[in-house]
């Protein structure tokens, strides 16, 4: 009986230590990108794939790890990856010394070079140096952009965020030409039948792993995992599958150019992407869409309406310090409404962001995105209500004052219901201009709803069709506060009315 216990005892016990969760290894990574690196699946937009959405799988299951993926704009992730929002990134990083310096790289999982393209007529562009005089573009921050950067010919260079974009302006003759790395070129201007690809490869460049330079015991159990993939072959399937084994990679890991297996990724994602779709498939896939908007649309809301609380409480404050406050409140008040009305927004977001744990101070991104868009509209409404204030004649809060009110009450009662209905129309429109810069917060990590419209048209290449249902979200979330503006500003109307 109690041999019998105990084994059940023992067998409880390894149960639970059995369903133990497992350690999240939290990935960073902009899946705006697009393919090949990672990106929304065009046939299930609930997953994240791509080659490299791969590796971090493959990573995880020899680290004994679960992947927990966390989004963040392309140029903010070294930055998000010092914060320690994340672990690894692993995002197309090219290897710089630059880099080296403030993160820890592991052996590159992917060599390549960049790669040059033109419109299919064009014979004048060959080489690099054709490029003279000419309009080019490029992602920022990039590799590519420092290449030609480099160049002693004048050369106009265009950067951009994504990808896609560079290449359907050359495509339109906005651009005479493209730069960029051979795996994006694989993907975006060779199955292009309006784009060729010329010259042979330019420049050369590493992908690494990243991780952080004081996590030296992680970045050592990555750095084994990763060699195990390499030596085991299961990292070159990967390439193999996405068309992306080629000799550079081959070469520096000593093995034969040749591969072994079909590019079936590369295959089924060409496919799917140019195959012609009726406007019922197409109303269906917007249909698919909706869910993923509509948290996106709930995100934008709850940081908009959170954020203009705090500028309109903020507001009237910094309105009322330097209408009635001592005259170093009153400088106070004047010093945040120009620093913060008179610089970027999106400036304000990375200092918060990602500035201020440098002096020890770190902010979720929710809370982080609120405080920026609070204190800088903040600022803005600080003016409306001042303005709003200064419209009521000097006279009244004498005469208020004159029949026994204190200043407090004057101001509650006579001042403050008349300045408010005078401000509503412009704080509503501050408001809805605060719902469309929320966009903004994407740059810390915030997945909002611009940000959604950007993963699934990069995936899906319906720019339009879906740029018009998620203006049309937009639309449709500020509309009803601008109702209520109206009908509360009718009320105030009416009861002064009936008061005179």
């Given at each position: 009986?109690?041999?019998?216990?105990?084994?059940?005892?023992?067998?409880?016990?390894?149960?639970?230590?059995?369903?133990?969760?497992?350690?999240?290894?939290?990935?960073?990574?902009?899946?705006?990108?697009?393919?090949?690196?990672?990106?929304?699946?065009?046939?299930?937009?609930?997953?994240?794939?791509?080659?490299?959405?791969?590796?971090?799988?493959?990573?995880?299951?020899?680290?004994?790890m679960e992947v927990e993926y966390i989004q963040n704009s392309w140029d903010g992730l070294i930055a998000g990856l010092n914060r320690k929002d994340y672990d690894i990134v692993i995002n197309g990083v090219e290897i710089t010394p630059d880099r080296a310096e403030v993160v820890h790289f592991s052996?590159?999982?992917?060599?390549?070079?960049?790669?040059?393209?033109?419109?299919?007529?064009?014979?004048?562009?060959?080489?690099?140096?054709?490029?003279?005089?000419?309009?080019?573009?490029?992602?920022?921050?990039?590799?590519?952009?420092?290449?030609?950067?480099?160049?002693?010919?004048?050369?106009?260079?265009?950067?951009?965020?994504?990808?896609?974009?560079?290449?359907?302006?050359?495509?339109?003759?906005?651009?005479?030409?493209?730069?960029?790395?051979?795996?994006?070129?694989?993907?975006?201007?060779?199955?292009?039948?309006?784009?060729?690809?010329?010259?042979?490869?330019?420049?050369?460049?590493?992908?690494?792993?990243?991780?952080?330079?004081?996590?030296?015991?992680?970045?050592?159990?990555?750095?084994?995992?990763?060699?195990?993939?390499?030596?085991?072959?299961?990292?070159?399937?990967?390439?193999?599958?996405?068309?992306?084994?080629?000799?550079?990679?081959?070469?520096?890991?000593?093995?034969?150019?040749?591969?072994?297996?079909?590019?079936v990724a590369y295959d089924n994602y060409i496919k799917h992407t140019s195959k012609k779709i009726t406007l019922f498939e197409r109303l269906k896939k917007y249909a698919s869409f909706l869910p993923l908007l509509g948290k996106g649309a709930i995100m934008t809301l709850e940081i908009s309406l959170?954020?203009?609380?705090?500028a309109m409480v903020l507001g009237l404050i910094t309105a009322l310090m330097r209408l009635y406050g001592h005259p170093v409140v009153r400088w106070l008040g004047v010093a945040y409404v120009e620093v913060f009305r008179g610089t970027p927004l999106l400036i304000q977001l990375y200092l918060i962001?990602?500035?201020?744990?440098?002096?020890?101070?770190?902010?979720?991104?929710?809370?982080?995105?609120?405080?920026?868009?609070?204190?800088?509209?903040?600022?803005?409404?600080?003016?409306?209500?001042?303005?709003?204030?200064?419209?009521?004649?000097?006279?009244?809060?004498?005469?208020?004052?004159?029949?026994?009110?204190?200043?407090?009450?004057?101001?509650?009662?006579?001042?403050?219901?008349?300045?408010?209905?005078?401000?509503?129309?412009?704080?509503?429109?501050?408001?809805?201009?605060?719902?469309?810069?929320?966009?903004?917060?994407?740059?810390?990590?915030?997945?909002?709803?611009?940000?959604?419209?950007?993963?699934?048209?990069?995936?899906?290449?319906?720019?339009?069709?879906?740029?018009?249902?998620?203006?049309?979200?937009?639309?449709?979330?500020?509309?009803?506060?601008?109702?209520?503006?109206?009908?509360?500003?009718?009320?105030?109307?009416?009861?002064?009315?009936?008061?005179?």
């Amino acid at each position: 009986m109690k041999m019998t216990f105990l084994f059940l005892i023992i067998l409880v016990f390894s149960n639970s230590v059995s369903a133990a969760p497992k350690a999240k290894l939290r990935w960073g990574a902009d899946i705006e990108s697009g393919a090949p690196f990672s990106f929304i699946s065009p046939e299930d937009n609930k997953k994240v794939t791509g080659f490299e959405a791969e590796i971090v799988e493959l990573l995880a299951k020899e680290l004994d790890m679960e992947v927990e993926y966390i989004q963040n704009s392309w140029d903010g992730l070294i930055a998000g990856l010092n914060r320690k929002d994340y672990d690894i990134v692993i995002n197309g990083v090219e290897i710089t010394p630059d880099r080296a310096e403030v993160v820890h790289f592991s052996r590159p999982y992917y060599y390549t070079a960049e790669a040059l393209a033109v419109r299919k007529g064009n014979t004048d562009i060959t080489k690099l140096e054709d490029l003279k005089n000419r309009k080019v573009g490029t992602l920022n921050a990039s590799l590519a952009q420092r290449i030609l950067e480099q160049q002693t010919f004048p050369i106009t260079i265009v950067g951009y965020d994504e990808e896609v974009h560079s290449y359907r302006d050359l495509e339109i003759e906005r651009l005479d030409a493209v730069l960029l790395d051979e795996a994006i070129a694989l993907y975006y201007a060779k199955p292009n039948p309006a784009l060729k690809l010329v010259g042979g490869p330019v420049g050369y460049m590493e992908y690494g792993v990243v991780t952080r330079l004081d996590d030296k015991e992680f970045s050592q159990k990555v750095k084994i995992a990763l060699d195990k993939l390499i030596e085991n072959g299961r990292l070159q399937s990967v390439l193999e599958r996405w068309n992306l084994w080629n000799a550079m990679t081959a070469k520096a890991w000593g093995k034969s150019s040749t591969a072994l297996t079909e590019p079936v990724a590369y295959d089924n994602y060409i496919k799917h992407t140019s195959k012609k779709i009726t406007l019922f498939e197409r109303l269906k896939k917007y249909a698919s869409f909706l869910p993923l908007l509509g948290k996106g649309a709930i995100m934008t809301l709850e940081i908009s309406l959170v954020s203009m609380v705090l500028a309109m409480v903020l507001g009237l404050i910094t309105a009322l310090m330097r209408l009635y406050g001592h005259p170093v409140v009153r400088w106070l008040g004047v010093a945040y409404v120009e620093v913060f009305r008179g610089t970027p927004l999106l400036i304000q977001l990375y200092l918060i962001f990602y500035g201020l744990p440098y002096v020890g101070l770190t902010l979720d991104p929710f809370v982080a995105a609120v405080f920026g868009l609070g204190l800088n509209y903040g600022a803005c409404e600080a003016e409306n209500y001042r303005a709003g204030i200064l419209s009521i004649p000097k006279t009244q809060m004498d005469a208020a004052q004159a029949l026994g009110m204190n200043w407090y009450q004057s101001l509650r009662y006579i001042i403050l219901p008349q300045a408010i209905r005078v401000v509503i129309p412009p704080v509503t429109n501050d408001f809805i201009a605060l719902l469309k810069d929320s966009s903004l917060v994407s740059v810390i990590s915030m997945v909002e709803l611009t940000t959604v419209y950007g993963q699934l048209s990069s995936s899906s290449f319906d720019y339009l069709g879906l740029g018009l249902l998620t203006a049309s979200v937009y639309f449709l979330i500020g509309l009803p506060f601008v109702r209520l503006a109206r009908y509360f500003e009718l009320q105030m109307a009416n009861t002064a009315a009936k008061k005179f």
